[in-house]
């Protein structure tokens, strides 16, 4: 009897080899499916991980997934190399960028207008300055109007020609923003106070963009102040002319 049972218990055995087989084809079906789950959305960091992790399950030996070929690479229509997925930029990231090119392009603005400035020898008339909100491109009352008007000089349209040219590459509000200083006006003025005249300057030089230069009504601000923010004392008519004034700002934080 006992020599019948050998040959039993051996056969018995190898018939339960495959069993270690099929344990190793569900391992590796187990691991092949976490793999397609993770190429769905896959980055560095994914990659790096389950790259690690494969490391450890085939004790420390190399990798059988380099990176940007095979399932992980073009093999598979829309799934995203390691590489593209680095290269992509986060919304912060492109955020960033614009700020940078906007900030870029004040800049560039501002030496353009002050070299206009220089060539066309309106040191006195006109100026450019980096303020905390823009680019203020500050234009003389006298240069812009005859005393206690609002209609432009036809010796402002070059300043405003040249200005035009340049607004469209901004992507930037512009604010037009018309000063005065704190005398009363007139007897038998057009305007009624200070306010209406700072105002309907700020307007009509609006109107010269966008009716004359054909630029979008969206890009700009009217602001008026009349005499509430004077750049020096209103104490001679030095000072006061320079509070009389037209500021064009091309704003900082603001896109058109």
Do not use: C
């Amino acid at each position: 009897m006992a020599r019948r049972r050998k040959p039993q218990a051996a056969s018995h055995s190898s018939s339960e080899r495959w069993l270690i087989t099929y344990a190793d084809l569900i391992t590796l079906l187990m691991i092949f499916f976490v793999i397609m789950y993770a190429m769905s959305k896959v980055d560095i960091a994914k990659y790096e991980s389950l790259s690690k992790a494969l490391h450890l399950q085939f004790n420390d030996g190399p990798s059988f997934i380099p990176k940007g070929t095979g399932i992980m690479g073009d093999a598979i229509p829309g799934v995203p190399k390691a590489e593209d997925s680095a290269r992509k930029q986060s919304p912060d990231q492109t955020v960033d960028t614009e700020l940078e090119q906007k900030e870029e392009n004040l800049q560039n603005l501002l030496k353009v207008v002050r070299q206009y400035i220089e060539e066309q020898h309106l040191q006195g008339q006109v100026s450019a300055s980096d303020t905390s909100r823009g680019i203020a491109i500050t234009l003389n009352d006298l240069f812009l109007f005859d005393l206690g008007k609002a209609d432009l000089k036809q010796g402002a349209y070059p300043v405003l020609e040249k200005l035009a040219s340049l607004f469209p590459k901004l992507n930037a509000k512009v604010s037009i923003e018309g000063h005065t200083d704190d005398l009363p006006l007139a007897t038998g003025s057009l305007f009624q106070d200070n306010w209406g005249l700072s105002q309907a300057r700020s307007v009509s030089v609006i109107r010269y963009f966008v009716n004359t230069a054909k630029l979008a009504p969206g890009t700009f601000i009217s602001s008026a102040y009349a005499d509430t923010k004077p750049v020096s004392p209103n104490d001679s008519e030095t000072n006061r002319q320079k509070n009389r004034r037209v500021e064009i700002v091309v704003l900082r934080g603001e896109s058109s």
